[in-house]
């Protein structure tokens, strides 16, 4: 493998200073109901509301002078622009973000905040790479990927490394799955904890080409995604499929109805705004019944688009 | 005065293996906003959602074994119902909330869920008294009062304590004012902090008695509270009345406009959620310039009414 355990350690070494140690919250009524010792890791009140923050920081820090010189680049319209924009902005360098032209306004405003610069194009997955390449060709930017990077993979997974440290007896890991980078991270942090937890990958339904690899043996693409956890709608690569055939114990998946029951619980019991993608994690618990006692869930995000409060209802 | 700087201290060391230390949260954003260095204490992720776990344990406690024996009462619809309830099973003896009949089933749920007794009674505050005192002309309870109580209030300034422990260096705290519990508590904890940290309270124009009375210096009665912020209708008592005059700095008031203003603040960058008493705080900074520099914010609960959130527009 080209990541390491090893990586994690030196990730969390690196980018400590730049980002929030999170919080780590319980709730008993949340344990009566699920029946088992729920741990909570907040990565939704981490810096840029979401743990992208770790992975993008420790990428642009083991950038070379040279690299520095050029900026990065990436397409995203999602947590790990603003993450890139800012981890540029904290080390003095450029950073480029291609966003579909159709991404939501308050995405690209928080991109822009944080002093990157936004190059929309048409909203699709060949306008993106297309644009990306032609302006790479031209500024030799680095691209940093949101997920199928060493770097990235290996800050993502300091949430776990610092939530084993915080938790030490937890039994399972559970995190969402989209591209696989943070179920990726979170394994390694285990292998480097020397822990006996294991690590469960969660995600929709609608979206679920981990678990269909997971149970074949074979990576799948070109799947439709369909579900409102927007983070989770990307597919594994071959770095990330293969980390979770070495080092993951399961894939759950859950419905849609689950994401939002998750959401009003998180919400009405937690206090906290976690985005969709944030809540499939505990949504895996729902009519499910765990071998595991002591459970930790990585709340992986809070940035929730401002039109999906009207669509919630809490009870 | 019957209640004292060194009784929060006393009430610190009595009630923190039983309570949540709660951490203290920030948001460049929000001070770039607001052009202050701001400091959130989020009691909102205290045991049952409130800095009202703090006080309700602080005075149960402290009863004698003969009180005890005859268990706790209270008259309240609001977070002082769930933490009196939660601190009597904490400590195995029997607690009764007579509450209004037009109180939310879900806020019953929550007192009976803490295994207290919920008497109904009209919704009128003359029933509220008159069938509380009915009640321990039989049972001999003790009367927990949500504020006028001297280790109600020592304990409700243990949030401030415990702030100032987490932030050395403020130079302002601004919490909500109801009843006045928490600000007497809080001008309380400062003192025995002897920190030199101005005190200051916060009310919605549509329940200012606190500001009236600290205007006239005369207290107020009486007056209709008209404002969504459920928790800040009471008025302050003599004793709380007293400790404003002596210790506070300031009472800001501020717009049900700005209340929602402020909910969406912090929904949408601290990805918390308050009730709105909780916000009027952070709301007292709307449109106004401050002379403090580093300013510590209680987010004082997170108990909100479920069918607030169709109302919320986050932007």
Redesign the interface.
Known sequence: MDVTPEDVIAAHKRIQDGVHCT?V?CSQ?LNAQFGVELYFKCE??QKV?AFKARGALNAVRQLTPAQRHHGVITHSSGNHAQALARAARLSGLNATVVMPSNAPANKKAAVL?YGARVIECEPTLVAREHTTQALMREGQQTLIHPYDDPLVIAGQGTAAWEFIEQCPNLEALIVPVGGGGLMAGTALAVLAARANIAVIGAEPVGAADAHAGFTLGVRQTGLTATTIADGLRGELSPRTFALMQAHVADIYTVSEAAIWQAMGLI??T?????EPSAAVALASLVGRTLPYRRVGIILSG?N?D?TL??G????
Chains 1, 2 share one sequence.
């Open positions: 919080p919250l009524r939704n009140l509301g905040g919400l009405n937690l206090k906290l705004v976690v809070g929730v401002p409060w009207s919630l209802s809490v009870s």
